[in-house]
């Protein structure tokens, strides 16, 4: 399997631009033609159907303006969740990841060795082919909410602190 690259090439610190990415569920209006899978495997953990009844809510809010991709997004939500789930077990909180990767990302990939002349086509055909998916984050967005009681608000802030180690930006914890 290819190494990622590092996300320094896709995250764009100023502002973010719209990329000429439309994919359809119609194949004609779809300029991208493979959609790679998204990583994030589950969006709402925990007690999801007693989440209005938690007093407390704590939101994970970035400080500034990017793209983040799907493994650091699933990265940020197994690490928040492992230590939910030692200590208070499949009930008492609610979580939520608040960011879902629709941005697709492209890369041209160019040919280095021997050979390379004759097989690489440069920035001649630059459009790219499809290398994984990314979420666009606005400065102050919410990227992961936990519901919890009174009780188990300083565990919920520990788990958002973990959570935000992966995440490539800043991020401030706010309570509700």
Request: with cysteine.
């Amino acid at each position: 399997m290819a190494k990622l690259r590092k996300f320094v090439s896709y995250r764009r610190t100023n502002r973010l631009k719209r990329a000429y990415t439309r994919f359809s569920k119609y194949k004609k209006y779809s300029y991208v033609r493979a959609r790679p899978v998204c990583k994030v495997v589950r969006f709402d953990l925990g007690e999801a159907n007693k989440a209005a009844s938690f007093e407390n809510k704590l939101h994970l809010v970035a400080k500034s303006t990017l793209q983040i991709r799907d493994n650091a997004i699933e990265a940020a939500r197994t690490s928040a969740t492992r230590l939910m789930e030692k200590t208070l077990g499949k009930t008492g909180w609610f979580m939520q990841v608040r960011i879902y990767p629709h941005h697709i990302l492209r890369e041209n990939p160019l040919a280095s060795g021997a050979g390379a002349d004759r097989m690489s086509t440069g920035m001649a055909h630059n459009y790219g082919k499809p290398v994984g998916v990314a979420a666009q984050v606005h400065q102050g967005q919410p990227l992961i909410t936990i519901a919890v009681n009174p009780q188990n608000v300083t565990l919920a802030r520990q788990a958002l602190k973990r959570a935000s180690y992966k995440f490539p930006c800043s991020c401030s914890i706010v309570a509700e």
